[in-house]
């Protein structure tokens, strides 16, 4: 049985856990002819994490997280699970990447975005939404450059997954900041806890403007009734998707058979090789 640990949780909405399954079959079988022994399941709560006595230390034996074994068992601390040192593969955020996370990680390859619209290949952006009525509807941009409906959201309530979301409000902020604005336009922010609960908060009236990533709203017009009191009115710029990671402790020839094996499955979506 192996030792290592992989999560695929940024799109693992309830809905989604036999895609998500699937998703991972078939990394995990791509994994293991490279040799690599790859989990036969994925871990969607601490209490599946592997112990760590003393607790995760970076390499300089610093305590940076505490023993996965403390942590509530039924709730899944992504924070804990990014910096857990038998992390084989997973995703997470340029957001903490970009915040400190990337000391302590390896990027192993990209998602294509090319299924979604706002997405092109690793490429990814953010819909604005509002309530139905309260904006025209419109198109991601061909060039992927942002589309900013200021006179729209000036006054507005956003709402926004986390503070460290790149696509919840990090793209944002640098969109406006290249406009000459800020979130100072808004005449409030407030943290919903995910994509999908700012959906909820906006159709529900708790708020008036959040981004949610093109691949997170694809989920929701699949399963959460609340998307269709919602329309988008504007899109953030296209960055960088979600980076698929492991360990910094990962051997490099681990994780070159880990980037030879996403390589081979490029044909199917969601899948490319780092360049």
């Not at 460290?164 to 640098?174: E, F, K, P, V, Y």
């Not at 980076?243 to 402790?249: G, H, L, M």
Request: charged share 25%; net charge negative.
């Amino acid at each position: 049985m192996s030792e290592l640990v992989a999560a695929l949780p940024m799109y693992d909405w309830p809905e989604m856990r036999d895609e998500v399954d699937a998703q991972w079959a078939r990394l995990r079988d791509a994994f293991r002819k490279k040799g690599i022994d790859a989990p036969q399941t994925i871990v969607r709560r601490n209490g599946d994490l592997p112990p760590v006595p003393g607790g995760i230390r970076d390499a300089q034996g610093i305590l940076i997280a505490p023993d996965p074994a403390t942590l509530p068992p039924d709730e899944l601390d992504f924070h804990k699970l990014w910096l857990h040192p038998a992390l084989l593969f997973a995703q997470t955020c340029w957001g903490p990447m970009e915040l400190g996370l990337s000391r302590h990680l390896q990027v192993v390859g990209q998602p294509s975005y090319d299924a979604y619209e706002g997405g092109q290949g690793e490429l990814y952006s953010s819909a604005l939404v509002m309530r139905t009525g309260e904006g025209p509807e419109v198109r991601s941009p061909a060039d992927g450059s942002a589309l900013i409906p200021f006179d729209l959201m000036r006054g507005k309530r956003f709402t926004f997954n986390s503070l460290d979301s790149m696509s919840g409000i990090i793209a944002l902020t640098r969109d406006l900041q290249a406009a000459g604005e800020s979130l100072d336009i808004f005449s409030s922010r407030s943290e919903s806890g995910g994509h999908r609960d700012s959906i909820v908060a906006v159709a529900e009236g708790r708020a008036d403007v959040a981004a949610i990533d093109c691949e997170s709203w694809a989920l929701a017009q699949r399963f959460e009734p609340a998307a269709r009191k919602v329309v988008i009115v504007g899109w953030t710029g296209r960055r960088k998707g979600l980076p698929f990671i492991t360990a910094r402790t990962t051997p490099e020839k681990t994780l070159a058979a880990l980037r030879e094996a996403i390589a081979g499955l490029a044909e199917q979506p969601r899948i490319q090789r780092v360049g």
